[in-house]
T-cell receptor, first 116, second 114 residues
Framework: NAGVTQTPKFQVLKTGQSMTLQCAQD?????MYWYRQDPGMGLRLIYY???????DKGEVPNGYNVSRLNKREFSLRLESAAPSQTSVYFC???????????????FGEGSRLTVL | AQSVTQPDIHITVSEGASLELRCNYS??????LFWYVQSPGQGLQLLLK??????LVQGIKGFEAEFKRSQSSFNLRKPSVHWSDAAEYFC????????????FGTGTRLKVLA
């Protein structure tokens, strides 16, 4: 069972470069999320998509853009990377109100991004 | 403002000892409460959750947590810790509206001594 798959797992960028983190889920979930994890700060929500065709800002959206490509895929783009965006990024999904929804978030394994 | 506090950044226990990880929250409505565990290099996995009803909830891997509304707490416990429990533990709070914009605590890293 694949669950939530993120690519790439590791990436090193130079300041000003752009990149896209890809996320796909195979659980037919409605909702998808991008979090960043920094030491001592827990997980902070960057953007989320409640359902296909919608996206909304989370707690720390500045410097990021997202695209909900279809129900399965939710990408996160850094247009001009900055050292402050060095972090571990997690994609997650949830049923989003589907039958059997227990409130659980399902996480990918993370993408470690370093911006020099 | 909504918030989650995990006052212990690091906890070290001996294998076989009991464990309690603290979580306090500030939330305007009746919260949905969660504990997640993160093993090194992995994503987060749900341990247990509280929505309503019995305030003592059981989770996977022998963990339990007790919701105390009067103390705004949702502490995680385990009677006997195993070396494989070494990980980082996150408490989270949110509204059960179908889209879970949870607020996560800063995490507690558990070390288990053999």
């Amino acid at each position: 069972n694949a669950g939530v798959t993120q690519t790439p797992k590791f990436q090193v960028l130079k300041t000003g470069q752009s990149m896209t983190l890809q996320c796909a889920q195979d659980m037919n979930h409605n909702s998808m999320y991008w979090y960043r994890q920094d030491p001592g700060m827990g997980l902070r929500l960057i953007y989320y998509s409640a359902s296909e065709g919608t996206t909304d800002k989370g707690e720390v959206p500045n410097g990021y853009n997202v695209s909900r490509l279809n129900k399965r895929e939710f990408s996160l783009r850094l247009e001009s990377a900055a050292p402050s965006q060095t972090s571990v990024y997690f994609c997650a999904s949830s049923p989003g109100g589907l039958a059997g929804d227990t409130g659980e978030l399902f996480f990918g394994e993370g993408s470690r991004l370093t911006v020099l | 403002a909504q918030s989650v506090t995990q006052p212990d950044i690091h906890i070290t226990v001996s294998e076989g000892a009991s464990l309690e990880l603290r979580c306090n929250y500030s939330y305007g409505a009746t919260p949905y409460l969660f504990w997640y565990v993160q093993s090194p290099g992995q994503g987060l996995q749900l341990l247990l959750k509280y929505f309503s009803g019995d305030t003592l909830v059981q989770g996977i891997k022998g963990f339990e947590a007790e919701f105390k509304r009067s103390q705004s707490s949702f502490n995680l416990r385990k009677p006997s810790v195993h070396w494989s429990d070494a990980a980082e533990y996150f408490c989270a709070v949110g509204a059960g509206t179908g889209t879970y914009k949870y607020i996560f605590g800063t995490g507690t890293r558990l070390k288990v001594l053999a």
